[in-house]
């Protein structure tokens, strides 16, 4: 969002799954959010240019990625998890 936090949603009962799954750490908008496929972690890219891996079970921040000289549009992992792109 343009608030630079992410935010994680119960589908079924479209609520907020915890407020503390509020993921403040961009500075900007998060542009894009995906889970891994085993659902373990969330990455989040921002036009902060940081790359940000949460855990998704805690809400608690993994790491920051840098290095962009410019917004984060996309990301993804690769099929396998291992890679963040």
């Given at each position: ?80 998890g291992?890679?963040?792109?």
């Amino acid at each position: 969002s343009a608030d630079g936090q992410v935010k994680i949603w119960d589908v079924e009962t479209v609520t907020e799954v915890w407020q503390a799954f509020s993921l403040p750490g961009h500075v900007t908008q998060v542009r894009s959010i995906s889970f891994s496929n085993d659902g373990r972690w969330i990455v989040s890219g921002s036009t902060d240019t940081t790359v940000k891996i949460w855990n998704a079970a805690t809400g608690a921040e993994v790491c920051t990625l840098t290095g962009h000289m410019d917004e984060v549009d996309e990301v993804t992992f690769s099929p396998d998890g291992t890679r963040v792109v």
